[in-house]
T-cell receptor
Framework: KAGVTQTPRYLIKTRGQQVTLSCSPI?????VSWYQQTPGQGLQFLFE???????NKGNFPGRFSGRQFSNSRSEMNVSTLELGDSALYLC??????????????FGPGTRLTVT | SQQGEEDPQALSIQEGENATMNCSYK?????LQWYRQNSGRGLVHLIL?????REKHSGRLRVTLDTSKKSSSLLITASRAADTASYFC??????????????FGTGTQLKVEL
């Protein structure tokens, strides 16, 4: 089985711009979660999607949004980028959702740099 | 805020020695998981221990869970240079409004020297 893929792997954007990151989960996985990782804040949960519905959301401003398609692929969007949005964005997929969190399979991440 | 706090923040040992990392958390959990991350890459799942389990083994890994103390430990025996990485605990817990969320700890940076 192919692993979780994320595109692009690296991205440089300017303050005020917007960005869309993509994640393709492992075949058969319906749950996709997004995390932001920074040296200062560590791994922070952004949101989780299951069967095209957002199931949980972390404490991030409305500039961060996401969606999931019928084939379970997911995208996250950050509008009006700020310098503090520079981070490694990780996507993870799993079989289950909502009532229990089992093993998460992570992609390699997208390294976003905002200048 | 982080659910899990890990101790120590950094650990440096010689190849062949054992490495022990600890994780403390705050709320009731369904399960606790340990992950490894190599230098800015994706995380790799190591082991999952459920709230009704006390100890679990996987190869050179041994995980314990004490729900009364809200703590867990990860022991890596006979460490190798390839074990150099950051290790994170993650807790699966119910969130307000329904559903569960996986929350990651602050991580322990392990360096295994030859």
């Amino acid at each position: 089985k192919a692993g979780v893929t994320q595109t692009p792997r690296y991205l440089i954007k300017t303050r005020g711009q917007q960005v869309t990151l993509s994640c393709s989960p492992i075949s058969g996985h319906r749950s996709v979660s997004w995390y932001q990782q920074t040296p200062g804040q560590g791994l922070q949960f952004l949101f989780e999607y299951f069967s095209e519905t957002q199931r949980n959301k972390g404490n991030f401003p409305g500039r961060f949004s996401g969606r999931q398609f019928s084939n379970s692929r997911s995208e996250m969007n950050v509008s009006t980028l700020e310098l503090g949005d520079s981070a490694l964005y990780l996507c993870a997929s799993s079989l289950k959702s909502v009532y229990t969190k089992d093993e998460q399979y992570f992609g390699p991440g997208t390294r976003l740099t905002v200048t | 805020s982080q659910q899990g706090e890990e101790d120590p923040q950094a650990l440096s040992i010689q190849e062949g020695e054992n490495a022990t990392m600890n994780c403390s958390y705050k709320t009731s959990i369904n399960n606790l998981q340990w992950y490894r991350q190599n230098s800015g890459r994706g995380l790799v799942h190591l082991i999952l221990i459920r709230s009704n389990e006390r100890e679990k083994h996987s190869g050179r890994l041994r995980v314990t869970l004490d729900t009364s103390k809200k703590s867990s430990s990860l022991l890596i025996t006979a460490s190798r240079a390839a074990d150099t990485a950051s290790y994170f605990c993650a807790t699966d817990a119910r969130v307000t409004g329904g559903g569960n969320k996986l929350t990651f700890g602050t991580g322990t940076q392990l360096k295994v020297e030859l």
